[in-house]
């Protein structure tokens, strides 16, 4: 069982940056698919962001290209996403996701992936 853990939300002003984490346990930690996902108060979870396993392929919503950049560290079994140039619709709990281990194509379903993070909370005030 793959566990993932968020970190780096928090409270910001709009125009500005945030990074967030993504850390997979390490005992069972196979490289796969990873993506971002967030869900807005009274709205449903939507994609955000998603990367192939060595990192060569990326994929974005319209709403966050360009400002947005994710990427990974297999090595330290973690994955990022760099936030910039921040908007107040911006704000909602961000999900980290992993495909599994034998899922290799880069999907922005959520319903395609096998593991989730609990969340960190992105606040973007205007």
């Known amino acids: 069982q793959v566990q993932l853990v968020e970190s780096g939300g928090g409270l910001v002003q709009a125009g500005d940056s945030l990074r967030l984490s993504c850390a997979a346990s390490?005992?069972?930690?196979?490289?796969?698919?990873m993506g971002w996902f967030r869900q807005a108060p009274g709205k449903e979870r939507e994609f955000v962001s998603a990367?192939?396993?060595?990192?060569?392929?990326?994929t974005y919503t319209d709403s966050v290209k360009g400002r947005f950049t994710i990427s990974r560290d297999n090595a330290k079994r973690t994955m990022y996403l760099q936030m910039n140039t921040l908007k107040p619709e911006d704000t909602a709990v961000y999900y980290c996701?992993?495909?599994?281990?034998?899922?290799?194509?880069?999907?922005?379903?959520?319903?395609?992936?096998?593991?989730w993070g609990q969340g960190t909370q992105v606040t973007v005030s205007s």
């Open positions: 390490a005992r069972t930690f196979s490289p796969s698919v």
């Open positions: 990367i192939n396993v060595n990192g060569g392929s990326t």
């Open positions: 996701a992993a495909r599994a281990a034998n899922r290799w194509t880069i999907s922005i379903r959520s319903d395609e992936y096998a593991y």
